[in-house]
């Protein structure tokens, strides 16, 4: 058994199967755009955090949603490169900080070709399972 205690005003806790910030990065040739999202109970406003670049959106409904935009971003390349950037969420009420999330993502394409099999940033990369 676990005793969560959240403070009033809070994030929500695993909204639609999330750690409570939805993050989902498009790559275009030159940058990422990523989009957060945030579902809370309270609160006035979101400060999102990706790369020291912050963006405040008030809450409204009990949703805040923001873009960030990374230039040039380091890929995620499986286990080549395994980078991933951080994505920093705070819930502030009245002036005050009363919660924090942060979650790890990657940027990276993914695509299937019949002929070349899976492509990872538009390479051809070799898929291992187990049984």
Known sequence: ????????????????????????????????????????????????????????????????????????????DGVNDPFLYVAIAELVSCGQVTDRIDSAFGCRTIAFDSNKGFLLNGRQYTLCGAA
């Open 1 to 76: 058994v676990k005793l969560i205690v959240v403070h009033r005003h809070h994030f929500a806790l695993a909204p639609y199967g999330t750690p409570g910030i939805k993050i989902t990065p498009r790559l275009s040739e030159k940058d990422a755009s990523v989009q957060l999202e945030t579902w809370t109970t309270g609160g006035d406003s979101v400060r999102f955090s990706v790369c020291g670049q912050i963006v405040t959106v008030p809450v409204v409904d009990g949703y805040a949603k923001s873009m960030i935009i990374i230039d040039s971003p380091h890929l995620w």
